[in-house]
């Protein structure tokens, strides 16, 4: 039987901490600041397995969560449920809320990838979160938000990675073309997900999916511009042989990874 764990002495919440943790909330805030906010068990959780990215703890009631806090000499604070509230993202607070560091990646990361994402211009932050979620899951090497995509330590993003992006480098702000001949110099074939190329299954059956593989996916509204279709090395399309007229982003990125990482370990 596993040892009790007692939660870490909560402290009350200074002023002077809780005005720093509000700018978090906002884009511009976490930009001066270098930090964001992980809401939650899960992300908190995910967040605190991390190396040295907590900076503290906001909690309304230590004794619930004294399995993720037990032991920590990372500082905890008590907060209100009206404190809770006004850091929460969701509608039913969790009551608890991570400060954290925002982690810095580049190409050095990821320079043995086999496979990775290129999200191009992806401004829908659910989408960019469960696109990083899915990265995690099929054992991507890194996920690229290229210039124009959304930030990825809005709440919303945080959220919906389900503490993924704690999982795997995640570079963003990187120019689109950079991205594909970067991708292209660490010897990977860069593919791109659109309707009108070939069919994924017959593409896979070729063997071409067990080659490293950078997937370029397009914005949620307009998908891949002809020109940027035209950086990767081969477009591929999911067939459908359904009524639905096409697939989400998220759906669409799960579907590709699967099949590239299940070819890749054959």
Same mark, same amino acid.
């Given at each position: 039987? @596993?040892?009790?764990?007692? *939660? ?22 976490? $930009? ?13 959780? $995910?967040?605190?397995?991390? $190396? ?15 399995? /993720? ?5 990372? *500082? ?16 039913? #607070? ?8 925002? *982690? ?11 496979? /990775? ?10 989408? %960019? ?16 938000? !290229? ?7 809005? #709440?919303? !993003? ?18 689109? @073309? ?14 791109? %997900?659109?309707?009108?190329?070939? *069919? ?20 949620? @509204?307009?998908?891949? #511009?002809?020109?940027?279709? @035209? /950086? ?6 999911? #067939?459908?042989?359904?009524? &639905? ?15 590239? &990482? ?5």
């Amino acid at each position: 039987m @596993a040892p009790e764990r007692t *939660p870490n002495a909560a402290r009350e919440l200074p002023g002077s901490v809780l005005r720093s943790v509000r700018r978090l909330r906002n884009r511009r805030g976490r $930009e001066l600041a270098g930090k964001f906010l992980a809401e939650g068990r899960q992300a908190v959780r $995910e967040a605190l397995s991390a $190396e040295d990215l907590v900076t503290g703890v906001i909690v309304a009631d230590p004794n619930r969560h004294a399995d /993720l806090l037990g032991g920590t000499d990372i *500082p905890v604070w008590l907060g209100s449920e009206a404190t809770m509230r006004q850091l929460s993202d969701t509608v039913t #607070p969790q009551g608890i809320v991570a400060v954290c560091r925002q *982690p810095r990646f580049n190409w050095d990361d990821v320079e043995d990838a086999r496979l /990775l994402v290129i999200c191009a211009q992806v401004r829908d932050p659910g989408n %960019a979160g469960t696109v990083i979620r899915c990265a995690d899951a099929f054992g991507a090497d890194g996920v690229i938000l !290229t210039s124009g995509s959304v930030e990825v330590w809005n #709440p919303k !993003t945080v959220r919906s990675s389900v503490g993924s992006l704690f999982h795997l480098p995640i570079l963003t702000g990187i120019d689109l @073309a950079d991205a594909v001949s970067h991708a292209g110099g660490l010897g990977m074939q860069v593919l791109a %997900a659109d309707g009108d190329g070939e *069919p994924l299954d017959l593409f896979a059956a070729s063997g071409g999916l067990a080659k490293p593989s950078a997937w370029l996916m397009g914005n949620e @509204a307009w998908g891949l #511009p002809a020109e940027d279709a @035209a /950086l990767a090395d081969h477009v591929v399309a999911i #067939p459908m042989w359904g009524a &639905a007229e096409s697939l989400n982003l998220s759906s669409a990125a799960a579907i590709c990874l699967y099949q590239t &990482a299940s070819a890749q370990r054959r």
